[in-house]
């Protein structure tokens, strides 16, 4: 079993900056990927950012958040972060960090086996 616990969300304007946390525990040797996915209210849950594996730097990134989102991880906290600038109204929505140890892509929501418990983020106009 694998642990996350996500933490940094909050209230930001519209141009603002929140950094996420994603700390992982457990057999996090069985992780290949780490990744970020957001759900907005009466909205699917959709892919945000992802990296693959803890020894790599291999990125993804949605075609919305490019450019203005980065992840990165700290092997030796067993973190992943989500550094977020130009925040948008859009950008509003519950965020979630979720592992994978399965083979497939990082961007479909159903290759992830385990999933944080969310934190709101909220980028006012």
């Known amino acids: 079993q694998v642990q996350l616990v996500e933490s940094g969300g909050g209230l930001v304007q519209a141009g603002g900056s929140l950094r996420l946390s994603c700390a992982a525990s457990?057999?996090?040797?069985?992780?290949?990927?780490v990744g970020w996915f957001r759900q907005a209210p009466g909205k699917e849950r959709e892919f945000v950012a992802a990296?693959?594996?803890?020894?790599?730097?291999?990125?993804y990134y949605a075609d919305s958040v490019k450019g203005r989102f980065t992840i990165s991880r700290d092997n030796a906290k067993n973190t992943v972060y989500l550094q977020m600038n130009s925040l948008k109204p859009e950008d509003t929505a519950v965020y979630y960090c979720?592992?994978?140890?399965?083979?497939?892509?990082?961007?479909?929501?159903?290759?992830?086996?385990?999933w944080g418990q969310g934190t709101q983020v909220t980028v006012s106009s």
């Open positions: 979720a592992a994978k140890g399965r083979p497939g892509t990082v961007v479909t929501v159903t290759n992830y086996d385990y």
């Open positions: 990296i693959i594996n803890w020894s790599g730097d291999i990125t």
């Open positions: 457990g057999r996090t040797f069985s992780i290949n990927a």
